[in-house]
């Protein structure tokens, strides 16, 4: 019987497959934040704003859809990233020890506590993402360094990675601060000011997380992590630009 042969080599099915996934969600990505974009900027419409939620829950489907080898260090970090990112929500709306006093609306969706529960589903998103960036370019440039005889002690690596991700998620935290308080996600006590004492909890909260995300023996390879981390970054700076 004749065989049909396949223009794709055996050891390139996978990932060819992997790619494909990447290709497919970057795409979705793309075109749901682009209706958010027109639809915020344009029509200023509540219906998307209020869509917010389910535009998280689809990036999230989509991050566990293209991630590698789903073993359970993956989740367990999945679920430590949500539990946490939303506990210190809970302390820091109830209390104001943690971020400093503000309140969430009612835009994103069903609460407890008075914190929206699709917060933990960012906590990971913004964390995971950043982590894999930080690993992607790291890989990167210790590649392009390997020929050289000396190397960077594993510790320094390390610390390199996980500040450097913590960084990354401040700062896309101050790109969204202002555009969040413009659409009603959340709100700041006594004259509106976003104190630093928010960026500063932030990164603390970011260095455990990533450091979690560093050490736990999961797959860090994740391109549409990183693409999606662009296409977030580049969202909340046009929102931010022209809001």
């Given amino acids: 019987m004749m065989q049909v042969k396949t223009n794709i080599p055996k050891l390139d099915k996978l990932s060819f497959f992997i790619s494909s996934r990447t290709r497919i969600a970057t795409v979705i990505a793309?075109?749901?934040?682009?209706?958010?974009?027109?639809?915020?900027?344009?029509?200023?419409?509540?219906?998307?704003?209020?869509?917010?939620?389910?535009?998280?829950l689809l990036s999230f489907g989509l991050l566990i859809w293209t991630q590698q080898k789903k073993k359970w260090p993956f989740y367990v970090f999945m679920s430590i990233s949500f539990l946490t990112g939303f506990m210190v929500e809970v302390i820091g709306v109830n209390t104001g020890y943690l971020f400093g006093d503000y309140s969430y609306g009612n835009v994103l969706g069903f609460q407890i506590k008075s914190v929206p529960l699709i917060i933990g589903v960012n906590w990971f998103i913004v964390i995971f993402c950043c982590g894999v960036f930080t690993r992607t370019i790291m890989a990167?440039?210790?590649?392009?360094?390997?020929?050289?005889?000396?190397?960077?002690?594993?510790?320094?690596?390390?610390?390199?990675?996980i500040a450097d991700g913590a960084t990354l998620a401040v700062a896309l935290d101050w790109l969204m601060e202002p555009v969040a308080i413009k659409l009603g996600?959340?709100?700041?006590?006594?004259?509106?000011?976003?104190?630093?004492?928010?960026?500063?909890?932030?990164?603390?909260?970011s260095l455990f997380l990533m450091a979690l995300f560093h050490l736990m023996p999961f797959s860090k390879k994740n391109n549409f992590a990183v693409n999606l981390l662009l296409i977030q970054s580049m969202f909340f700076l046009l929102l931010r630009t022209f809001l």
Wanted: glycine share 8%; net charge positive.
């Fill in 30 to 56: 793309i075109f749901f934040h682009t209706i958010g974009l027109v639809g915020m900027l344009i029509f200023k419409s509540e219906l998307i704003i209020n869509a917010t939620p389910i535009n998280l």
């Fill in 140 to 161: 990167k440039l210790q590649g392009k360094i390997a020929g050289q005889k000396q190397k960077s002690p594993v510790f320094l690596n390390m610390f390199s990675v």
């Fill in 185 to 205: 996600f959340w709100k700041w006590g006594n004259d509106g000011t976003i104190p630093f004492y928010n960026y500063l909890c932030w990164f603390v909260i």
